[in-house]
């Protein structure tokens, strides 16, 4: 089988922890976010890229650690959508410290973290999960920050390699002689803007000053951690004190002086350790209506997203791209392609004609080491199950009576709803949420002679006709055969005969034309089911011409669902 992106880091993984760790090591693989908001679908591929390789290594034989790192003793740098505008007193604390803002968790850290781990567990994603607020506090990282501390210049040497000099007022000694690593929490205002002004390397003790409150204080590290290295070395700090073997990172982690390239070198030269191996992942965004913002809101989150499809597809769809391939969700009419494209994918699988690449790609999106993800294996088509949704205006029985129609093996009814999950519920969530109302469906409340008028002869009689037969054609199979074989009825031709271009366009136009008297505009669902939605008493009220003259404009025939 051909190598993938996966299989070729995981190669990569697997010959750097032999030689490092020994054939019987446990790989470590990281991942990590900053909980400063709603945690949107941009950042799910940080831990999904991780869990891939994981899974390809677990294949493999390794015992494996997924760690990953909730930042969330980093500090607020902005007020995002949706938050109090007070809370910008809070800019400058660790997330861990500052308040849930409804009042629902013990913080603010705990909120958004809570809710990106629930969606974890839903796509079968397990880390081992590590609080950076917890570790620092608890000391876990003592001895390497006051290794930070001691070789501060070598660090600032680093770093100052990659530093733009313009508009620097110090000189570069001046700023290398002020320059610590590690950043205390203030203990009077409880934000980071403080300068260390000594430290003393015999019993840890450090001093420093808040420009934010002017508070001077001062405590030892032996005794308490209340404060960060800067995230330039605390990143290669981490490498070396969990011993990870891979961590991934968005493509500007990768670019000339930056987290990666910095931490490369601070790890090897302050810590004595290697780099994991690194891969760059490109961009997520949100296409159609939708634009994805850590900052603007929930919609983009994880959660929202498993409201309206299915786990083992949103598994697929980061699955079947290349780490450094960017890509877009959509939450409008993509969504309904990518279902069909699932469903196709799935009818391959199940027939034994998908080629390897697509087996793989499925297996990925559909279990994992350790369990099944869900996935609605009664596959009603889910452009069917919204349009039903929508034109019934969510009437279940009325619409577990149409989608039984498309299903010919189906022997109990009473069981369906539970068979259609969880893409029953996504398509309620979908047409509920995210269903424009432009794009909704409109149903007339009376026949519009004004429309039937305009039609010509040959689609009023095939209109006449389908009214005429509704009666003795009211089922999916009958109607659909009907709404086909009508115009060549009414044109004296063999309801066998086949299609050329001038009868697919007599189709086309008695299509129009019964769309115009059921919904007032020339598209809309797929006639049959939308006929079977709306139910036969309207229907044949749609349909049938009347005779005396007391319509009302077709502006005002129209409804909502």
Not at 293 to 317: C, K, M, N, Q
Not at 324 to 331: G, L, P, R
Not at 418 to 447: G, H, K
Not at 475 to 489: C, D, G, H, Q
Request: charged share 25%; with cysteine; aromatic share 10%.
């Amino acid at each position: 089988m051909k190598a993938d992106w996966v299989t070729k880091v995981a190669d990569r993984i697997e010959a750097s922890a032999r030689q490092r760790k020994g054939e019987n090591a446990t790989i470590v693989c990281a991942s990590g976010i900053s909980p400063s908001g709603p945690i949107h679908l941009g950042n799910l591929r940080e831990p999904f890229t991780v869990h891939l390789v994981v899974e390809e290594l677990r294949g493999r034989g390794w015992k494996v650690d997924h760690i990953h790192s909730w930042d969330d003793y980093d500090r607020l740098r902005k007020v995002p959508a949706g938050i109090p505008a007070e809370y910008a007193k809070y800019i400058g604390m660790p997330y861990a410290d500052i308040p849930d803002p409804f009042g629902e968790y013990d913080s603010y850290a705990t909120r958004y973290i809570t809710d990106f781990a629930t969606g974890l567990s839903r796509l079968g994603i397990h880390p081992r999960y590590i609080r950076q607020s917890e570790a620092y506090r608890r000391g876990d990282y003592r001895e390497q920050i006051k290794t930070a501390i001691r070789q501060r210049t070598e660090i600032f040497d680093i770093l100052a390699e990659y530093q733009n000099l313009e508009g620097q007022k110090e000189t570069v000694d001046e700023r290398r002689a002020a320059y610590y690593p590690f950043k205390p929490y203030c203990e009077n205002c409880h934000k980071d803007t403080t300068r260390l002004t000594s430290y003393r390397d015999e019993d840890a003790a450090l001093t420093y000053v808040c420009d934010n409150c002017g508070y001077e204080g001062g405590y030892s590290l032996n005794e308490r951690i209340d404060g960060k290295l800067v995230w330039k070395v605390d990143w290669p700090m981490r490498w070396s004190h969990e011993q990870v073997d891979f961590e991934p990172g968005g493509e500007d982690h990768s670019s000339p002086g930056s987290s990666y390239t910095v931490g490369q070198r601070i790890v090897q030269k302050v810590y004595g350790a290697t780099a994991p191996q690194f891969i760059g992942y490109a961009f997520v965004g949100m296409g159609g209506r939708s634009k994805i913002s850590s900052s603007a809101g929930t919609t983009a989150t994880v959660s929202s997203a498993l409201d309206i499809v299915e786990p083992a597809i949103l598994r697929w769809l980061y699955a079947r791209r290349a780490n450094n391939q960017a890509f877009d969700i959509d939450y409008g009419q993509g969504l309904l392609r990518l279902y069909e494209e699932w469903d196709a994918l799935v009818r391959q699988i199940n027939k034994g004609m998908a080629n390897e690449v697509n087996q793989r790609l499925f297996e990925r999106a559909t279990r994992t080491s350790t369990e099944e993800i869900v996935y609605t294996h009664k596959a009603v088509p889910f452009p069917l199950l919204t349009s039903v949704i929508d034109v019934t205006q969510a009437n279940e029985e009325q619409v577990l009576r149409i989608i039984s129609q498309t299903l010919p093996e189906l022997e109990d009814l009473s069981t369906l709803r539970a068979e259609l999950e969880p893409r029953f519920t996504c398509a309620l969530n979908w047409v509920n949420n995210y269903l424009p109302d432009d794009e909704r469906t409109q149903i007339r409340t009376s026949f519009d002679s004004d429309a039937f008028a305009s039609f010509s002869a040959m689609d009023q009689a095939s209109i006449r006709m389908l009214a005429e037969r509704l009666d003795d054609s009211w089922n999916l199979a009958t109607l659909t055969e009907l709404m086909y074989s009508i115009p060549k009825i009414v044109r004296g031709l063999a309801v066998d005969t086949p299609p050329n271009d001038e009868l697919k366009q007599a189709q086309r136009s008695f299509f129009i034309a019964l769309y115009n008297l059921i919904c007032g505009r020339d598209t809309g669902p797929r006639i049959p089911t939308l006929l079977l939605s709306i139910g036969l008493e309207r229907a044949r009220q749609l349909l049938t011409p009347v005779v005396d003259g007391g319509q009302e404009k077709k502006d005002q025939h129209l409804v909502t669902h």
